[in-house]
């Protein structure tokens, strides 16, 4: 079994971690968490843990050890999206589509709460933040036109969520106050066109950056997370079965693949890889319960959204196919929707994350902060939107830091952002080696939870508040992504 090893506040400050005491520096923190860092135990194999939180004050206001960022000081408007009194923000995600109504939608939800409780933690950079919306409707014109109203009326994107965003130039081209092409940041939730991937210029993402950039043509090396495969594998023994491909959207179709193949390499068999569609109803899952049945899978793995897998289970119970021992899924099935809709069908369901759940909320400030912020709309995706927002904050207060609130533009925060290494949404999320940009960073952290009882529970690694951060669970694979695209049924 893995150890877990704690790191308490005096080690952490021992380690000289720069962008924490920056946070202390400067006090403009709404809340500020020494992040638990991968740890060695005697089984040589690491996890990470959050340590206990401290708080800092925020904005404009003072503690008794920091100074006061604000005080005397004549606020400016200082680029595009800040006023003396306010920075605005973007957030773009794919709402409207009808393949997916609603798809993203705690996207925008998460930072427009992440925004009033800065706001009410006392702001950040000295100012308030305010927070305009796009929905990109999974369409690339909607995509382009959402960064040129952000160019135009904000100063960063933050949380997005956009999956089909091939033309980066609005963002990259984008003009600052003085009207040099300094470019917009974009800081992302989940960036998973390839072409925004790759937009290093302004593109940071708290997720993963799975492709070497430039992507070329052919074969070409991609990062991928086996740690979960791995203990599968170690759990159920050899398995073969169906995966699930997303196949509304190129880019899905790209990323997808190169999961599957990593678990190819991992171990698994694949008797099928299936394209599903957004817009298939209950009746379109026949033929692949009937794949998997001819088979006798014993593995089903969904790389698409939570009402695939929610439909897969529900056909295979109609149709008695009792040969599958692993139903499993990534983060996307981490939803209430998926359990209340899934009912006692999805009971047994594996999937793995790769940030504290909030189930342990209790564990970690930020994963609590967001959880109370939220309420009753908490997603997924909304908890990497909320991470988007505390990268944000970070590069924001590392230029307070350094230059004062009035030091707060486009090109700084651009700078701090590709400095700002190791990020760890304060312990909530598993480390992002080096910055959150590629080429090829990928956190080898994750854990495992299974639905039981109608309730998301944790199985791996047992200990609450931990990620199993396993430098090997991360691993190199070769794929033509074109060549395996059109090879597909």
């Known amino acids: 079994m893995r150890g877990v090893t704690k790191v308490t506040p005096r080690q952490l400050r021992e380690r000289g971690d720069s962008v924490t005491r920056s946070k202390l520096l400067v006090g403009v923190l709404a809340v500020c968490v020494i992040a638990g860092a991968c740890s060695r135990s005697s089984s040589n194999k690491p996890a990470t843990t959050a340590a206990p939180a401290t708080t800092s004050a925020a904005g404009g206001a003072t503690s008794s050890t920091t100074p006061n960022p604000c005080a005397g000081v004549t606020l400016q408007a200082t680029d595009v999206g800040i006023t003396p009194t ?7 995600a794919d709402v409207g589509s009808p393949l997916a109504p609603g798809l993203f939608q705690g996207n925008l939800d998460a930072v427009s709460a992440f925004a009033s409780y800065i706001n009410a933690n ?8 305010k927070v305009r919306t796009w929905d990109s409707k999974l369409d690339p014109t909607e995509s382009k036109n959402g960064l040129i109203d952000a160019c135009s009326n904000a100063f960063a994107m933050v949380g997005n969520n956009a999956l089909f ?31 925004e991937e790759c937009a290093t210029k302004v593109e940071f993402n708290v997720q993963n950056v799975i492709p070497t950039c430039p992507v070329g043509t052919g074969v070409i090396p991609q990062t991928a997370q086996v740690g979960p495969t791995k203990w599968y594998i170690q759990q159920f023994g050899a398995l073969h079965g169906i995966y699930m491909i997303p196949a509304d959207l190129p880019t899905t179709i790209r990323s997808s693949l190169s999961q599957a193949d990593a678990q190819q390499q991992g171990g698994v068999s694949w008797d099928a890889k299936v394209k599903v569609s957004g817009a298939d109803a209950q009746p379109a899952y026949t ?8 088979a006798n899978s014993n593995y089903v793995y969904d790389g698409s959204n939570d009402v695939a897998m929610i439909r897969m289970r529900k056909e295979a119970e109609a149709q008695g196919l009792t040969s599958v021992k692993l139903w499993a ?27 504290l ?16 912020a939220i309420g009753n709309k908490i997603t997924s995706w909304g908890a990497n939107a909320w991470q988007a927002g505390m990268a944000f904050q970070e590069a924001v207060n590392a230029v307070v830091a350094k230059s004062g609130p009035n030091g707060v533009t486009r090109a700084a ?25 590629g ?19 944790r199985v791996y690694p047992t200990k609450p508040g931990t990620l199993d951060c396993t430098p090997s669970n991360v691993t190199t694979i070769n794929i033509d992504p074109i060549a395996e695209a059109n090879a597909l049924k």
């Open 165 to 195: 965003n091939p033309d980066m130039s609005p963002a990259t081209g984008c003009a600052d106050k003085s009207g040099a092409a300094t470019g917009l940041p974009d800081i992302t939730a989940l960036a998973n066109d390839v072409n």
């Open 329 to 355: 899924c990534s983060l996307a099935c981490y939803t209430q929707v998926f359990l209340q809709q899934g009912g006692t069908s999805v009971e047994g369901t594996y999937l793995w994350i790769q940030f």
């Open 122 to 129: 006392g702001g950040i950079a000295c100012r308030q933040l």
């Open 439 to 457: 080429p090829v960073q990928f956190s080898p952290c994750y854990m495992i939870m299974k639905v039981q009882g109608g309730k998301f529970v």
């Open 86 to 92: 306010d920075i605005t923000l973007e957030v773009m």
């Open 413 to 437: 925060v651009l700078a701090a952002l590709k400095g700002l290494n190791n990020f760890t949404a304060d312990g909530w999320l598993g480390t992002v080696p080096k910055a959150l940009q």
């Open 287 to 294: 033929p692949r319960v009937q794949a998997a049945k001819a």
């Open 357 to 372: 759940p909030y189930e342990e909320a209790s564990y970690n400030a930020a994963d609590q902060a967001f959880v109370t």
